[in-house]
């Protein structure tokens, strides 16, 4: 006789869609990388604004990103969280270890060349889904065997949401308030933000290496587990490999010539082809189902912080001190101030 509980083996075993308590992990997972991402896109909205509020020439790109925040950005989070549920632990991984790749070639030829904040925003506003897939990695790795598993996952979905609204709060803070609180001197806040958010993206690199580290580290673990003998794993990670700097090395070349938006594009899709491509010969067809919704959440992401990936096109925009001084010490003469707010 059919009986219901024998309903799940007729249906495809879904590495990433098991039943029961593994798919409502799957979904706390996702959900924790989603939050993460939020409070990386959260700061980095902070920096962008108050780097154009303390230049007064900015004034243009500043309502731009105030007309941003306007935007919907509750249908973003959870587009990204449904996304990083369904995509697997396999192709997650894939993804954290090729940006890591990429990141640290980025930075090597940094070093060489003497670049500065740019490039180095640039880089941290292009891995949002890969931070969101290392989460996600890190937390199935970490969490593998654990006896509360699901309870440990929620106590960490409670602290990712908190983190979110935090920093989404300091957000609207900001976008409302920052000019005539930090003009006026009145808010802690604002003030620690005009004499130190200079320091921002550094902060941000240190969190994001410690991030990635634990996600390689997860990520490599995850791969390895499904192969039985060595030789297998020198056949999965050989090509790999190579592909991988081959793909690191053209896209070093295209974001030179092609550093906006459509570059982007095209950069995630030779990416996403090029490990759809590696993945017919050593993969599963399920990676490739999670190539094509690596896609999607690497556009997703992309569309997100387009108007902060526009503002790094300004030349000499991370400027390393604002031209407004801290408190207690005299202002450089500006043009005249927004109604409602008096010179310092």
Not at 156 to 170: D, I, V
Request: glycine residues 8%; proline residues 4%; contains cysteine.
């Amino acid at each position: 006789m059919f009986s219901l509980p024998s309903l799940p083996s007729w249906l495809p075993g879904l590495s990433s869609l098991e039943w029961g308590s593994s798919l409502l992990d799957s979904l706390l997972q996702g959900l924790v990388g989603a939050f993460g991402v939020s409070v990386l896109n959260n700061l980095l909205k902070v920096y962008f604004f108050v780097s154009c509020a303390n230049h007064h020439e900015r004034r243009l790109e500043k309502e731009r990103l105030q007309a941003q925040w306007a935007s919907l950005e509750t249908v973003h989070l959870a587009g990204l969280a449904l996304i990083l549920t369904v995509v697997g632990a396999r192709v997650a991984a894939l993804v954290v270890l090729e940006f890591s790749l990429r990141a640290v070639s980025t930075l090597l030829s940094l070093g060489k060349q003497g670049s500065r904040g740019t490039e180095r925003l640039r880089l941290y506003l292009l891995c949002p889904y890969s931070l969101g897939c290392g989460l996600t990695c890190g937390l199935s790795f970490l969490q593998e065997g654990a006896s509360h598993r699901t309870l440990n996952l929620l106590l960490g979905l409670g602290l990712a949401a908190l983190l979110s609204m935090a920093t989404q709060r300091l957000c609207r803070h900001v976008c409302r308030l920052y000019e005539l609180h930090s003009s006026q001197h009145y808010c802690g806040i604002c003030l620690s933000l005009l004499a130190g958010a200079h320091g921002l993206p550094r902060l941000l690199g240190r969190a994001l290496a410690v991030a990635f580290a634990v996600s390689d580290l997860a990520a490599v673990a995850l791969i390895n587990r499904d192969f039985l003998t060595t030789s297998e794993a020198v056949r999965f990670w050989t090509p790999l490999t190579i592909c991988y700097t081959l793909l690191v090395i053209y896209m070093q070349e295209e974001q030179r010539l092609h550093p906006g938006l459509q570059g982007q594009i095209q950069t995630v899709l030779v990416r996403m082809g090029g490990l759809f491509v590696l993945l017919l010969t050593v993969g599963r067809w399920l990676d490739l189902l999670g190539v094509f919704i690596s896609l999607l959440g690497e556009l997703w992401c992309l569309v997100g912080v387009r108007t902060l990936l526009d503002l790094c096109q300004i030349k000499d925009f991370p400027s390393q001190r604002p031209l407004v001084s801290a408190p207690g010490q005299p202002r450089p003469l500006a043009p005249a101030q927004p109604q409602g707010t008096a010179p310092s």
